[in-house]
């Protein structure tokens, strides 16, 4: 066997491939038949073409042993192992499943020659690729979007990377090409995948953002009949490791991660009370979350049409004007309220609260009052009813009295460090010097410095002693474990209109999968285009989290997305080789059975367990 150029005009432009070819006979006349197609070898140079033609045929002959110096060069080992498993699969190609026959298939060999040559994981694999051909993804991408079935498959891969093995595309690359088996699902031009061309398959996702929302949002919504009224909103931000200069929406704001440092992006998510999303925008960094809720309200319309939908948010989104708006527009509302209500908290009565346990065995205790809101619609002004929530709880007021602790110890180990420092002859202990290290103290430390009552003791300009008192009876002390609930639903009944608001948290579990297991933060690329690329293809893959988790939860398995991903895992794709008595390499491809836990994930979703049994073929030159 040898390498041969082959010479190719294309539109004026000369291209350069390679096969692998052997010489034989044909009736007398030496003729060259193509083995395989090697393309343009550009990772090797050309003066070690012939090595490779000759590992390749020892790989081919069973002469697996590395005996030699000269077989030990890095590159045409991987190259010659590479193009050994394409010669393997292109035989492999026309040999059906072998599940279900019953025929005995008995055969002479040579035990001690068996090896398993590759392993893949293809648990999860299988188990994301059903999902997405039960959602038709596929098919309305090629019929109605009008990519290629290239392309097509590339976004499904781009997709299974980002729901299996998140991470950069040259890393994801590097994973769909050696460790997973998913290239034995989707099949490409090349026979494999780059960086570059799982960027433009994210490109072309993102280019058509809005109608694949729209038709998975549809879809999700046909399957499991959901007709949900209550709708949630929310922002998050991920911040970017690198100056993101050439990116518009790269900016410093306020980072829920503490990343002040850094530049961000700012994504709005709407989902539905089960935390299946609907529509997703991306903002700037420092945009205020008040400002994007009319955007919201035109993507609500859109998806609710002519029903009356109840939105879900939170304080930092509920302003007296969007809560108008959300009115004018024809929305009901449940929110946090941004007022403190004085008023109200003079009239809380615990003879008048009503208690009940929710699903976490924790006490609540509400009591509802009665207010009006004033809004325009059409020119007109309309008076609105609310109902008005007081809610107390003993495991909220656990939570913020703990992080008011934590905020304590901060500001008391810097203030006990300043203390420390007037012990030291050479500090400056002056009392300019001092009151700006107590400044910049509280300006870290904010929310917290405000209630110390901080005294010194100053002898000629110079202070010698410092000491400090926190004050119990603080708004946020008093605050802690008691908010109000504001709603324009006239509800009667507490405990619901509670569990209602409630369901704001799946949106939040909503930013938890995406910012944790399907690594959407932190952002490595600099360009606007591929940042907010990088962002859309998290969401669509959590589409399909969505998808595969609600269904689960319906046959009462709740585990986390990355718990599921572990779990298929263990399902692994084998490709093994053995001698027979005839000295004919026989070659037997299988798909190992799925372990207890995985099966029941598969029956969960009603999906076949096993892509296929059995392939076998000879491998012939």
């Not at 350069?16 to 395989?36: D, N």
């Not at 090629?142 to 980002?162: I, K, V």
């Not at 939040?508 to 591929?530: A, C, T, W, Y």
């Amino acid at each position: 066997m040898f390498i041969k150029k082959v010479t190719n005009q294309k539109e004026g432009k000369t291209y350069i491939t390679y096969r692998l070819v052997k010489s034989v006979r044909i009736q007398g006349v030496p003729r060259h038949i193509t083995i395989l197609e090697l393309g343009s070898l550009t990772s090797i140079d050309e003066k070690k073409h012939q090595k490779l033609a000759h590992r390749i045929e020892e790989l081919i002959n069973n002469q697996l042993d590395i005996l030699s110096e000269e077989i030990l060069d890095k590159d045409v080992e991987e190259l010659a192992q590479f193009f050994y498993r394409k010669l393997i699969k292109k035989q492999l190609e026309n040999v059906s499943n072998e599940h279900g026959n019953n025929n005995k298939d008995i055969a002479e060999v040579d035990l001690s020659s068996f090896e398993t040559i590759d392993s893949h994981e293809i648990g999860g694999e299988w188990l994301c690729f059903q999902a997405i051909k039960e959602l038709g993804l596929t098919d309305f991408l090629t019929g109605q979007l009008g990519f290629t079935n290239n392309e097509t498959a590339l976004s499904q891969l781009s997709l299974l990377g980002r729901l299996l093995y998140p991470a950069s595309e040259l890393r994801t690359a590097r994973w769909l090409n050696e460790n997973s088996a998913a290239l034995e699902l989707i099949s490409v031009n090349s026979g494999v995948v780059d960086r570059n061309r799982l960027t433009d398959a994210a490109l072309s996702l993102f280019h058509n953002k809005e109608a694949i929302e729209d038709y998975l949002s549809g879809k999700l919504d046909d399957i499991f009949g959901l007709e949900d009224k209550y709708f949630l909103y929310d922002l998050t931000n991920t911040h970017f490791e690198g100056s993101a200069l050439l990116c518009k929406k790269a900016k410093f704001g306020r980072n829920k991660q503490k990343r002040n440092d850094c530049r961000q992006i700012t994504l709005g998510l709407l989902t539905d009370s089960n935390g299946i999303p609907k529509r997703s925008r991306y903002y700037p960094g420092n945009v205020g979350e008040v400002t994007t809720f009319n955007q919201v309200l035109v993507d609500l319309e859109k998806e609710t049409k002519n029903k009356k939908p109840v939105i879900v948010i939170d304080s930092g989104i509920a302003s007296e004007d969007n809560l108008k708006s959300a009115l004018s527009k024809g929305f009901d509302y449940i929110c946090v309220s941004r007022s403190g209500h004085a008023d109200l908290l003079e009239q809380v009565s615990q003879d008048k609260m009503k208690t009940f346990i929710n699903k976490n065995k924790e006490e609540i205790k509400t009591q509802f009052f009665d207010s009006e809101i004033f809004y325009e619609k059409d020119g007109e002004k309309h008076c609105q009813k609310e109902r008005i929530l007081y809610v107390e709880t003993q495991a909220k007021k656990g939570k913020e009295v703990a992080m008011i602790g934590k905020k304590r110890q901060r500001f008391e180990t810097g203030i006990e460090s300043i203390a420390s420092s007037l012990l030291k002859p050479r500090a400056d202990k002056t009392v300019i010097k001092i009151n700006q290290r107590i400044g910049r103290l509280k300006e870290r430390c904010k929310g917290i410095g405000e209630h110390y009552e901080i005294e010194f003791e100053e002898s000629q300009g110079i202070i010698v002693k410092l000491s400090w008192k926190y004050n119990p009876e603080n708004r946020a002390e008093k605050k802690a474990g008691k908010y109000f609930i504001r709603t324009s639903i006239q509800a009667d009944q507490e405990e619901l209109l509670w569990k209602l608001y409630r369901i704001l948290g799946e949106i939040e579990s909503s930013f938890k999968v995406l910012k944790s297991d399907l690594d959407m933060r932190p952002i490595f690329h600099q360009k606007g285009e591929n940042i907010e690329a990088h962002l859309n293809l998290a969401v669509l893959a959590y589409f399909i989290v969505s998808f595969i988790r609600f269904r689960l939860k319906q046959k009462d398995i709740h585990h986390r997305w990355m718990e599921i991903v572990r779990i298929m895992s263990t399902q692994k794709c084998t490709l093994n080789t053995i001698v027979d008595s005839k000295n004919r390499t026989i070659v037997l491809k299988n798909c190992t059975r799925p372990q207890q836990k995985a099966t029941e994930i598969y029956s969960a979703m009603k999906y076949k367990p096993i892509p296929f049994y059995k392939k076998k073929a000879y491998l012939t030159l």
